[in-house]
T-cell receptor, first 113, second 117 residues
Framework: AQKVTQAQTEISVVEKEDVTLDCVYETRDTTYYLFWYKQPPSGELVFLIR??????QNEISGRYSWNFQKSTSSFNFTITASQVVDSAVYFCAVRSNTGKLIFGQGTTLQVKP | KAGVTQTPRYLIKTRGQQVTLSCSPI?????VSWYQQTPGQGLQFLFEYFSETQRNKGNFPGRFSGRQFSNSRSEMNVSTLELGDSALYLC????????????????FGEGSRLTVL
């Protein structure tokens, strides 16, 4: 069975601090896809990144970066120089070839001015 | 390009009633998935539809059902509502082009928040 663990329930930082959100996944599939989504108070889940299991290259997009380590089954997300607008709930998810997304419990990030 | 649209956004029902939620996917997207979000269980997969056929189903009782129309719009229905059905129901669409593997990202709507009294 697939599982995603986001051990950090809540994180609070002061604006401009860097923050890393941890994600550990479990899957028996050899091919799988990992995702990060952001959920602002409005409720919709906003897609941030997709990574397939064969691509272990780290990725940077502006202030966001992702570290995928297959050896430790981790797919961590770092926000550099955090801003108040980054305050949201962040979900990590894994998808198998069956199609459904398995989400972690989410990490609530609060960025204080 | 319009996003995923869900209606109604909020609704209140009483136990035993039924409810129908609607989802209009992004134009051109043929795959629609539904998820339930609750504080206790988090985000859980309900079902996925592609070309009017249910392709995948989560572990929910038969009271939860859905369908997809020829224009890719989807509805989900919950019958005999229970207090525990109170949740945010999220619909997502993706640009899946075949009935097989769906590896694309999902685009979510803002959800329908159901309260069961």
């Amino acid at each position: 069975a697939q599982k995603v663990t986001q051990a950090q329930t809540e994180i609070s930082v002061v604006e401009k601090e860097d923050v890393t959100l941890d994600c550990v996944y479990e899957t028996r599939d050899t091919t799988y896809y990992l995702f990060w989504y952001k959920q602002p108070p409005s409720g919709e889940l906003v897609f941030l990144i997709r990574r397939n299991s064969f691509d272990e290259q780290n990725e940077i997009s502006g202030r966001y970066s992702w570290n995928f380590q297959k050896s430790t089954s981790s797919f961590n997300f770092t926000i550099t120089a955090s801003q108040v607008v980054d305050s949201a709930v962040y979900f990590c998810a894994v998808r198998s070839n069956t199609g459904k997304l398995i989400f972690g419990q989410g990490t609530t990030l609060q960025v204080k001015p | 390009k319009a996003g995923v649209t869900q209606t109604p956004r909020y609704l209140i029902k009483t136990r035993g009633q039924q409810v129908t939620l609607s989802c209009s996917p992004i134009s051109g997207h043929r795959s629609v998935s539904w998820y339930q979000q609750t504080p206790g269980q988090g985000l859980q997969f309900l079902f996925e539809y592609f070309s009017e056929t249910q392709r995948n189903k989560g572990n929910f009782p038969g009271r939860f059902s859905g369908r997809q129309f020829s224009n890719s719009r989807s509805e989900m229905n919950v019958s005999t509502l229970e207090l525990g059905d109170s949740a945010l129901y999220l619909c997502a669409s993706s640009l899946k082009t075949t009935a097989g593997e769906n590896t694309g990202e999902l685009f979510f709507g803002e959800g329908s928040r159901l309260t069961v009294l």
